[in-house]
């Protein structure tokens, strides 16, 4: 049953890194300035291929880093491959990565919308899953509101791009996204319809 309470560690994360300095976000706000042209300069990304970064738990922003450096220097066969992330990660230090992590963290999230004739049913499988396909409930460890453990790396979900997260649920699915902690994530969406992705994607939209 405990893996049943494990879901979307989405945008997703693991419990087991530990935060080896502490992160400076004065000096990590300078050091995003390359970010802002697919973050925002607050972490408030303008398009919704990219993710908001504003107000995500600073554990997960790290752990992320991490593993987009770990990818860039071994060609994609460890960490979190994306060309782009793996590039603009590869000169990044310890020290840089905690410090973006601690500023993008220390911003307000934003917020987004759920369409009005999807809250109902949006807020049932988010909350109770899908008992018929076992599918877990989401809220067993990003919370009621979504907003994520930070202290187990689990992300905060609530008022993400709709676009984004559908994106990281089917590369979770195809396993072409696999830094995922025991592979929680690729277990729970191989359980998933692409109605339940796109449901759940839009209903987190607006989730607080």
Do not use: W
């Not at 970010?35 to 919704?48: F, I, L, V």
């Not at 917020?111 to 909350?127: F, N, V, W």
């Not at 509101?145 to 699915?173: C, V, W």
């Not at 992705?197 to 939209?205: G, P, T």
């Amino acid at each position: 049953m405990k893996k049943f309470a494990i879901f979307l560690g989405l945008f997703f994360g693991t419990a087991g890194i530990a935060v080896a300095q502490s992160g400076d976000a004065e000096a990590g706000k300078e050091k995003s300035q390359v970010c802002a042209a697919c973050h925002g300069p607050n972490g408030e990304s303008p398009t919704d291929m990219y993710p908001h970064l504003a107000g995500q738990h600073e554990k997960y922003l790290l752990k992320q880093l991490k593993d987009y450096k770990l990818a860039s220097e071994t060609g994609g066969e460890e960490g979190r491959s994306n060309p782009v992330m793996m590039g603009q990660v590869a000169s990044l230090s310890e020290q840089d990565m905690a410090d973006l992590a601690a500023f993008f963290a220390s911003q307000d999230e934003p917020k987004g919308e759920t369409p009005e004739d999807l809250i109902a049913s949006g807020r049932d499988l988010y909350r109770r899953g899908n008992p018929e396909t076992n599918m877990p409930s989401c809220a067993g460890c990003h919370g009621p509101r979504g907003n994520g453990m930070g202290l187990a790396a689990f992300p905060d979900i609530s008022g993400q791009h709709a676009a984004y997260t559908k994106s990281q649920l089917e590369m979770f699915r195809k396993g072409e996204r696999a830094n995922d902690p025991n592979g929680m994530m690729q277990g729970v969406t191989e359980k998933m319809t692409d109605e339940e992705i796109e449901l759940l994607s839009k209903f987190l939209s607006g989730l607080y």
